[in-house]
């Protein structure tokens, strides 16, 4: 008896470790209308509405049997980003913009803008600014900067939203900040 004991409590923990280590089945993912094969790259701030719908016979029915785990419906803000004209990323253009000798401090200026729906660019609130020199660099690239193709959203331009970050020289680590503990 106690044989068969050990020889059940060994099947289940066999029998759980090979589920534990079962690849989890994942839903179909639709996005903005069109199947997508992951998700992990969307931003958060961009997802205006998630909706799950169950694995039942109507969602299989509607969606194939890519659908028996469940469908992830997720709706974006818009139907197109927001796209920069030049041939690199808004943050590198801004950088590149921006004169400041490998001799000045290691800084970093952080602003969160909005795009507006004719293309440009309108600076909501700066997050970091560690040198005030930098900042104003920043600020002049960033209103001198071409004007950006806006997101649409049903084929209409509407507002979207950025962070940016800028830190020169390039390359060079922010110095830590010194703290003091008292014993």
Do not use: C
């Amino acid at each position: 008896m106690k044989r068969m004991t050990i020889l059940l409590l060994w099947g289940v923990f066999i029998a759980l470790s090979v589920r534990a280590a079962a690849p989890k089945p994942k839903p179909l993912y639709i996005v903005n209308g069109k199947v997508a094969e992951q998700i992990g790259d969307i931003p958060p701030e961009e997802i205006e509405r998630v909706e799950m719908l169950p694995a039942d016979e109507e969602t299989i029915a509607r969606y194939g049997e890519r659908a028996m785990h469940g469908v992830m419906l997720i709706t974006l803000r818009y139907d197109e980003p927001a796209l920069f004209p030049a041939d690199t990323t808004f943050g590198n253009y801004i950088a590149r913009q921006i004169r400041w000798d490998d001799d000045e401090p290691v800084a970093r200026v952080v602003l969160r803008y909005t795009i507006t729906e004719d293309g440009s660019v309108r600076v909501d609130d700066t997050l970091e600014s560690t040198d005030n020199r930098l900042k104003r660099r920043v600020l002049k690239a960033v209103e001198e900067a071409p004007r950006w193709q806006p997101a649409r959203k049903n084929g209409r331009p509407i507002a979207s939203e950025g962070v940016l970050s800028i830190q020169l020289p390039e390359g060079r680590s922010m110095p830590r900040r010194v703290e003091l503990v008292y014993r």
